[in-house]
C-alpha cells in the first residue's frame, strides 16, 4: 500500500447511514487544482523576477554603480578645487588691474577678453555618451574658462615685467614738467575742458592748457622723444608735435619760432622753440596738449617733477576756470 505525505482526503458526512464517507474528487476538480497551482506559480516567478530586475544588482551593475559614485565624488571634489582657483585668480586679476597696470600706466585689459568663453555648441558634444554627461560638461566648461584666463592673465604679467625692465627709461619719456618756465603759475591761462571760444563765444572743448607769456619766451621739451612735425597747423598756426613713444605725444601750438627739425631726438627739458601769436590766438601764448594713445588728456596731470602738491593744487585752481580761452 502506498501513502501520500501532505495529500488532503476529504469526508462527508451521510445522515443516511450516519458515518462518513470519503470524497474522491473528479476530473475536473484534479485539472482545476493543478492550474490554480501553475498560476500561482508563475505569478510568484514575475514578482520574484520583477525584483531580481529593478531592485537587485548583478554583479556587474553593481560594479557601474559604485565606479559612477566614485567618479561625482572626484568631480564635486575637482569642483571645490575649481572654486579655490578662480578666487585666486581673481584676486590676481584685481591686483594686476588696479595695482600694477596703474602703476605703469598701462592699458587696462577689457572685460570682455579677461573673461571671455569659448564660442561653439558642437564643442562639448563628444562628452554627451558619458555617465552624468551634464556634470561632465560643466566642470570642462569651467577648467577651459580657468585656462583661457590664466593664459590673459599670464600675458599681462609679461607685459608689466618688460615696463618694469624699460621704467627708467620710459620715465625720461613721459611729460612730466611745464613746457615754459612757471614756477609762480602767474602765467597758467586756461585749463582743460569745457570754456569759452574767444571768437565765436560759444561753449566749446579745449583740449589742451593754455600759458599767458611774451613773444620769444622760451618752450621746453616736457620729456625725452623725436619731433614728428613742425610746420603750419590748422587753428594751431607754427605748430611741434613730439612723441615720447610708449603711447605719448605731445603739441606745442602758437609759437612764434622752431628750434627743431622733423625727426631731431630731443630730451625732457632742452629748448624747442619760442611763444608766438600764431594761428587762431587772440593773444601771445603756448598751447600745449598731451595725447595718451591717440585720446587728449588734462596736461595738468603731467606736472609732478616740476611742482610741489601744494602748487599743483594752487595750479589746478587756477586752470579750473570756465571762462575764456586764448585761442
Same mark, same amino acid.
Given at each position: ?12 458526512? &451521510?445522515?443516511?447511514?450516519? #458515518?462518513?464517507?470519503? =470524497? ?6 484534479? $485539472? ?14 514575475? *514578482?520574484? +523576477?520583477?525584483? =531580481? ?14 565606479? &559612477?559614485? $566614485? ?6 571634489? $575637482? ?17 594686476? /588691474? ?14 570682455? =577678453? ?12 563628444? +562628452? ?5 554627461? /551634464? ?10 574658462? +580657468? ?7 599670464? &600675458? ?23 613746457? *615754459? ?30 600759458? #599767458? ?28 608735435? *613730439? ?12 609759437? &612764434? ?16 622753440? /619760442? ?5 587762431? #590766438? ?8 598731451? *595725447? ?32 575764456? =580761452?586764448?585761442?
Amino acid at each position: 500500500m502506498k501513502l501520500f505525505k501532505n495529500r488532503k482526503v476529504y469526508y462527508h458526512f &451521510n445522515p443516511n447511514t450516519l #458515518s462518513y464517507e470519503r =470524497v474522491y474528487p473528479t476530473r475536473k476538480d484534479r $485539472l482545476f487544482t493543478i492550474l490554480r497551482h501553475l498560476s500561482s506559480g508563475v505569478v510568484f516567478g514575475a *514578482i520574484a +523576477l520583477y525584483l =531580481v530586475l529593478n531592485f537587485i544588482d548583478s554583479p556587474v551593475e553593481s560594479e557601474l554603480r559604485k565606479e &559612477n559614485k $566614485l567618479l561625482q565624488t572626484q568631480f564635486e571634489v $575637482l569642483s571645490l578645487r575649481l572654486d579655490g582657483a578662480m578666487g585666486v585668480l581673481e584676486d590676481l586679476q584685481q591686483r594686476d /588691474e588696479k595695482l600694477y597696470r596703474a602703476i605703469f600706466q598701462a592699458e587696462p585689459i577689457p572685460e570682455s =577678453v579677461r573673461k571671455s568663453g569659448f564660442g561653439g555648441t558642437d564643442r562639448y558634444q563628444h +562628452l554627451m555618451a558619458l555617465s552624468n554627461p /551634464e556634470l561632465v560638461v560643466a566642470t570642462t566648461r569651467r577648467m577651459d574658462m +580657468l585656462r583661457k584666463q590664466l593664459y590673459v592673465q599670464s &600675458n599681462s604679467l609679461e607685459e608689466i615685467i618688460d615696463l618694469g625692465k624699460t621704467q627708467e627709461e620710459r620715465s625720461k619719456c613721459i611729460p612730466a614738467i611745464q613746457p *615754459i618756465s612757471n614756477k609762480d603759475l602767474a602765467r597758467t591761462a586756461s585749463g582743460y575742458g569745457m570754456r569759452i571760444d574767444p571768437i565765436y563765444r560759444v561753449p566749446r572743448f579745449h583740449a589742451g592748457m593754455d600759458f #599767458s607769456a611774451k613773444i620769444g619766451t622760451e618752450i621746453y621739451s616736457t620729456g625725452d622723444g623725436v619731433i614728428t612735425y613742425a610746420g603750419w597747423k590748422q587753428g594751431y598756426g607754427n605748430c611741434i608735435v *613730439i612723441n615720447h613713444g610708449y603711447g605719448y605725444e605731445t603739441l606745442y601750438g602758437h609759437m &612764434n619760432k622752431f628750434g627743431v627739425r622733423v625727426g631731431q631726438k630731443v630730451v625732457r627739458g632742452q629748448i624747442i622753440g /619760442e611763444v608766438g601769436n600764431t594761428g587762431k #590766438s587772440t593773444g601771445p601764448h603756448l598751447h600745449y596738449e598731451v *595725447i595718451v594713445r591717440g585720446k587728449h588728456d588734462n596736461p595738468a596731470k603731467y606736472y609732478f617733477m616740476d611742482l610741489t602738491p601744494e602748487e599743483y593744487d594752487r595750479m589746478i585752481q587756477i586752470a579750473d576756470n570756465h571762462g575764456q =580761452v586764448m585761442d
